[in-house]
């Protein structure tokens, strides 16, 4: 397994909506696309216009596989409403989340 972290900025005015389309987006993705697992949003908590977007997948093949191929032209509306700062690729050593 690993994750995928999504750096993004995103201006006050676009926050609500960019929330919602990430909604409809990764679960879009999560159910299309071969070896998405789901993801997660984050908040700062002193910045609202800071996220971050935690995508969990099979393996770094079935991510890039994603990519290679086109798919990611489905997070484009999500580009629209704010700007990706940057992208972290980590292995998932273990989670205890429950």
């Known amino acids: 397994m690993i994750r ?3 750096n993004w900025k995103v201006a006050p005015k676009n926050l609500e909506l960019f929330i919602e ?8 993705i999560h159910e299309e696309v071969e070896g998405a697992r ?4 984050l908040q700062n908590h002193e910045d609202s216009t800071i ?9 770094l093949e079935d991510w890039k596989k994603f990519w290679n191929e086109g798919n990611h032209s489905q997070m484009g509306s999500m580009h629209d409403l704010g ?4 992208i972290e690729i980590f292995k998932e050593v273990d989670d205890f989340t429950k």
């Open 4 to 6: 995928i972290i999504y």
């Open 21 to 28: 389309t990430w909604k409809r987006t990764t679960n879009r």
């Open 38 to 41: 789901g993801s997660f949003m």
């Open 51 to 59: 996220i971050k977007t935690i995508a969990r997948w099979d393996s």
């Open 83 to 86: 700007k990706r700062v940057s």
